[in-house]
């Protein structure tokens, strides 16, 4: 599965999973069937720009112009980033 990404890859949320704002806790959660996670700031910031209509690669160049930060470190740790969501069937393509 994961074999298969490439900045062209278009990612979106699996079926039943959803990145939702906790208010009363102040923090981002993903939300899924029967379990939940907790994704650390930086990565909750990826997560706001998956819409399954992105590819990655416009992903992580939206991330490296608002971070300003140069475009290979910011691809190589969100490539890490959804690869591991994508195994835990978080994120498809």
Do not use: C, Y
């Not at 704002?21 to 959660?29: A, C, F, Q, T, Y």
């Amino acid at each position: 599965m994961s074999a298969d990404l490439t900045d062209d890859s278009v990612i979106r949320f699996a079926r039943g999973v959803r990145l939702q704002h906790d208010r009363v806790r102040e923090r981002w959660i993903i939300q899924a069937p029967e379990r939940a996670f907790i994704p650390d700031p930086i990565a909750a910031e990826v997560l706001k720009l998956v819409d399954g209509t992105r590819t990655l690669g416009q992903i992580i160049a939206d991330l490296a112009t608002r971070f300003a930060a140069p475009v290979d470190v910011i691809g190589r740790d969100v490539h890490v980033m959804v690869n591991d969501l994508m195994t835990r069937q978080v994120l498809v393509v």
